[in-house]
């Protein structure tokens, strides 16, 4: 994972390409010079004859309907071909001519209409016809809001360019930013989400970027708006200006301030706009007070057990009371829940499964509401309103995919009825209000009430649930659809099983938020925040303040107080600046006293004395460690041969020196003395060391005469006989290196081992001629199954 990526993750084909895009798969070794030289001109003269026709290629007047018509490579139209697509759909009639033109696009189309292949298809070709290789750096950067999406627009990717030869990576975080950095220097291609990206982009030394040929934003009004505005910003500056760039979104918008900010060059807007939502979905809304939600909820997949369902919640907190609450009524049908604050992995096996799954019911948060391609969804339930239009069509947008059929139902309390379903209807979304038949309603009330009663953990998190979805209504700024004071709350806490209605504070909520958007953008732009006061003041942008003034700002300051007075003794008077300690008498000190009364002094070291006026340093006497600062220098001392202690440098005194003879004699004498010692220790260590090697000599004299007589026993055993001890004989000569064999094996070590496959490699590939740059060809035939496997193909790639 992406990990992280997580790291970079390159795909690598699990197995190997059996078809060969056009015959390029021909045999390497035994072409001859002379039609190498031949296909390598006819690969020049193909690419010749591609660029010629997209430069013919008019976008304006063709009306094309395949993607046989486009002016496309070998290797990607082999691809297109066996990941079966063959019709192209409005928007990618209409984009990819233009885009493989090289035209800056703002591309507009409703959900599920094959936007992906619209940019992606151009991305790819641009990168053949400039013949990108690895030497040449990052040549398109994609970048899509989530996790999940940027795992799956990697996943169309593997499988168009499958018969292509760039390095591609995912980088999605959820690995060290370390290992994802060592790989991401190789790569032609990366689709990613912006906080990652631009991490690497900050930090990431052999990232080269100054190449890059494309830009594009999947979701990008989401990629542009608040949450990521100033990641996005900061990762545009790390970019060249001259590039291409295309944004693609079902709710696209011509924001001039957007095509500035990404300075984009006379974009072409391509909207694929007959309606905003497609006409293959049913949409209904149901007015349901908000205390009979769960009720509703329930009933709804009790009446759709055969069916694969997903049911959007505004907050992961609501995700997982719901999930949580309903997984214990067992309704009869597999419940998945899925929100941004589980972990990576778990994410992408939930992923994993419900798109694996035939029915099943998936309760998510809007993490998967934009671009994320669950096949065969039947029902898109919104159980609470979305903020605004654009989330209720992208939230729709997962079912009635490409021309397939898909129902959908919003579930309104009263009072968002009128609000909303104005918004909706002036987008044109054709919207009918149904109700729920009363012989199916059921009440799940009471159920559980007795299941929150019983488990804590439930209770607790029906708690959260409530709060946070009260407080989420509470920050909606659309206040014609969100009105908090018209909700029976106490009503609705009951509904979720709670004995009484938890308190909800609003400011900290809007707190949170603020702060949360605060750091995001300020975490780009390297400015230090509001500081720990929090408390809302604006503050002038010039203004200084010192961490004197913050500590002053600072709440909660009682606690520490409360603990620094107990510090201190209670007699004391906490009026005094200067506070006098009383030193207590020899006689009225009494060290087994452990009132902690007042003061008390405890000789130590030396006559001092250490006075006792808090826990602390009464603490302190029983550490021999902290008590040395109080000893005072201490002097070395060295005993001589008698016993006697020396101070460990002691000066003769004059007279004495004058005694002993001059100078010259005392130095002889002393070196005489010297060398007796030291022939005296020679001689004293050849003698030991004689008696070692004559001691070793011994043990070894009887070591041997011990081996030759277990020989002569063995000579006397009866010899291996039967079938079974031949067999026991045979294993264990076979165990026994033989010479030949070892020496086969160090050259089987020394020889270079076969290069490990790279990404979309070809199985043949060893036979296949590697075109011009050295490159290799694409092939990926079975999709990874989880993140793990996307990391094991990187890692086959990045390995190389
Ligand atoms: N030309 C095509 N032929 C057949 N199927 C296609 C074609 N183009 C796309 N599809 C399929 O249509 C589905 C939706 O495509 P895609 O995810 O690109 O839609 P989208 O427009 O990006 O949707 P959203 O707005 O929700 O992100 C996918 O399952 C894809 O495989």
């Not at 708006?225 to 500056?237: H, W």
């Not at 107080?561 to 008077?573: I, K, Q, T």
């Not at 993140?787 to 190389?800: I, V």
Request: aromatic share 6%.
């Amino acid at each position: 994972m992406p990990t992280r990526t997580s790291l970079a993750q390159t795909s690598a084909p699990k197995d190997k390409a059996k078809q060969k895009p056009n015959g390029k798969g021909k045999s390497k070794g035994n072409a001859p010079a002379e039609s190498k030289t031949l296909k390598r001109k006819r690969e020049k003269d193909d690419l010749e004859k591609l660029q010629a026709a997209v430069n013919q290629l008019d976008p304006k007047t063709s009306a094309l309907t395949k993607f046989s018509e486009l002016p496309l490579s070998a290797p990607t139209a082999s691809g297109l071909d066996a990941s079966h697509f063959q019709n192209l759909t409005d928007i990618q009639a209409r984009a990819i001519p233009l885009a493989l033109k090289g035209q800056d696009i703002l591309g507009a189309a409703k959900t599920g209409s094959g936007k992906t292949l619209a940019f992606l298809v151009p991305v790819i070709e641009t990168l053949y016809r400039k013949q990108w290789t690895e030497l040449d750096g990052l040549g398109a950067l994609i970048i899509a809001p989530t996790r999940e999406l940027a795992v799956q627009i990697f996943e169309v990717l593997r499988k168009i360019g499958r018969y292509h030869h760039f390095s591609a990576g995912l980088v999605i975080g959820g690995k060290s930013l370390k290992d994802e950095a060592e790989r991401l220097a190789r790569m032609n291609l990366l689709v990613c989400t912006p906080g990652r990206m631009l991490q690497h982009l900050d930090q990431t030394a052999g990232l080269d970027v100054d190449n890059l040929q494309i830009l594009v934003l999947d979701e990008a009004d989401r990629i542009m708006d608040m949450g990521f505005q100033s990641a996005v910003d900061a990762l545009v500056e790390h970019l060249p200006k001259t590039r291409q760039t295309m944004l693609f979104s079902a709710t696209q918008s011509k924001k001039v301030s957007d095509l500035a900010r990404l300075s984009m060059k006379d974009p072409e807007y391509v909207a694929v706009h007959e309606a905003a939502t497609p006409s293959t979905l049913t949409q209904h809304y149901l007015v349901t007070p908000l205390a009979e939600k769960m009720d509703t909820l329930y009933g709804f997949i009790k009446a759709n057990l055969k069916s694969k369902i997903i049911i959007f919640l505004s907050s992961g907190k609501q995700v997982r009371f719901i999930y949580e609450s309903f997984r214990h009524l067992q309704p009869g049908i597999p419940l998945l829940h899925l929100h941004g604050r589980q972990k990576q992995l778990a994410r992408m096996e939930i992923t994993r499964r419900f798109t694996s799954a035939q029915h099943s019911c998936l309760f998510a948060t809007d993490v998967v509401a934009r671009g994320v391609d669950f096949p065969a969804v039947d029902w898109v339930v919104q159980g609470d309103c979305p903020e605004d239009v654009d989330t209720y069509i992208h939230r729709i947008g997962r079912t009635a995919r490409y021309e397939r059929v898909g129902r959908a139902v919003l579930l309104l309390d009263p009072s968002e009825e009128e609000g909303m379903v104005q918004r909706l209807q002036q987008r044109k979304i054709p919207i009918q209000r149904v109700n729920v038949k009363e012989k199916k309603k059921q009440s799940i009330k009471s159920k559980i009430q007795d299941m929150c009663f019983h488990q804590p953990d439930l209770k607790y998190l029906g708690q959260k649930a409530f709060i946070s979805y009260t407080r989420s209504i509470g920050l909606q700024k659309n206040k014609d659809v969100f009105k908090l004071d018209a909700l029976d709350l106490q009503a609705y806490s009951e509904s979720l099983g709670l004995p009484e209605m938890p308190p909800v504070r609003f400011q900290k909520a809007e707190d949170i938020r603020r702060l949360k958007n605060r750091s995001r953008a300020e975490l780009s732009s390297g400015s230090e925040g509001e500081g720990e006061g929090g408390e809302g003041k604006k503050r002038t942008k010039d203004e200084v303040r010192t961490k004197y003034d913050r500590m002053f700002e600072r709440t909660n300051q009682d606690v520490l107080s409360s603990h620094y007075s107990n510090l201190r003794p209670a007699a004391e008077d906490d009026n005094d600046f200067f506070a006098v300690k009383r030193v207590l008498n020899e006689d009225e000190f009494d060290p087994e006293s452990k009132s902690g009364g007042g003061p008390r002094v405890v000789p130590i070291y030396g006559g001092q004395e250490l006075v006792i006026d808090s826990k602390r340093r009464e603490k302190l006497l029983t550490s021999k460690k902290k008590m040395l600062k109080y000893k005072g220098q201490s002097t070395k001392i060295v005993f001589d041969d008698d016993g006697e202690a020396h101070s460990l440098y002691e000066l003769q005194g004059e007279e004495d020196f004058r005694q002993a003879g001059d100078a010259e004699t005392q130095r002889q004498r002393f070196v005489q003395a010297e060398a007796d010692r030291v022939r005296e220790a020679d001689l004293e260590d050849k003698q030991l060391a004689k008696e070692k090697r004559q001691e070793k000599k011994v043990k070894r004299k009887e070591r041997e005469r011990m081996e030759a007589n277990d020989e002569m026993d063995a000579a006397e055993q009866p010899t291996l006989g039967g079938s079974g001890d031949a067999d026991a004989a045979l294993d264990f000569l076979r165990s026994l290196p033989i010479a030949g064999e070892e020496a086969q094996q160090d050259e089987d070590d020394e020889r270079p081992r076969k290069k490990p496959k790279k990404w979309f490699e070809d199985d043949s590939d060893d036979e296949k001629p590697k075109s011009k740059k050295g490159r290799k060809v694409i092939e990926v035939t079975d999709a990874p199954d989880t993140l793990e496997d996307l990391e094991a193909l990187a890692t086959g790639l990045l390995d190389d």
